[in-house]
C-alpha cells in the first residue's frame, strides 16, 4: 500500500492542505453532514461543500444518502480510511 502511485498521490494531495487533514481526522469512521464536519473543523458550510468535492474526486469521502438534497451523510472510503491511518501513524512518531 505505502509504494502505490494512487496512494502516495492521495496522501500528498491531503497533507498539503490543513482542511483537508482535519476533515479526515474529525471524520474517522463516522457519517457526517457537512455542516457538522464545517463546525467540527471549523471551516465555513460553503466552504467545506467545495472540500469534500475535492475529497471525493480523490476518492476519499463518499457520499452515503445521494438522493436527498438537504441533510447528506459522508463518509470515508476504504482509500480515505488508509490515507487517515498513515497520517494518524505520522502524528504519533
Same mark, same amino acid.
Given at each position: 500500500?505505502? !509504494?502505490? #502511485?494512487?496512494?502516495?498521490?492521495? %496522501? /500528498?494531495?491531503?497533507?498539503? @492542505? ?6 479526515? *481526522?474529525?471524520?474517522? !469512521? #463516522? *457519517? ?16 467545506? @461543500? !467545495? $472540500?469534500? @468535492?475535492? $475529497? &471525493? &474526486?480523490?476518492? +476519499? %469521502?463518499?457520499? /452515503?444518502?445521494? !438522493?436527498?438534497? &438537504?441533510?447528506? $451523510?459522508? /463518509?470515508?472510503? #476504504?482509500?480515505? +480510511?488508509? %490515507? *487517515?491511518?498513515? +497520517?494518524?501513524?505520522?502524528?504519533? #512518531?
Amino acid at each position: 500500500m505505502r !509504494n502505490n #502511485e494512487k496512494f502516495l498521490e492521495q %496522501v /500528498a494531495y491531503v497533507q498539503v @492542505s490543513k482542511h483537508r487533514t482535519n476533515i479526515l *481526522l474529525f471524520m474517522q !469512521n #463516522e *457519517l457526517y453532514t457537512p455542516k457538522q464536519i464545517g463546525d467540527g473543523v471549523g471551516v465555513r458550510t460553503n466552504h467545506i @461543500s !467545495n $472540500l469534500l @468535492s475535492q $475529497l &471525493k &474526486k480523490f476518492n +476519499l %469521502v463518499y457520499c /452515503a444518502t445521494p !438522493n436527498i438534497r &438537504k441533510g447528506k $451523510l459522508y /463518509a470515508l472510503t #476504504e482509500d480515505g +480510511l488508509n %490515507v *487517515l491511518k498513515y +497520517l494518524k501513524q505520522k502524528q504519533e #512518531e
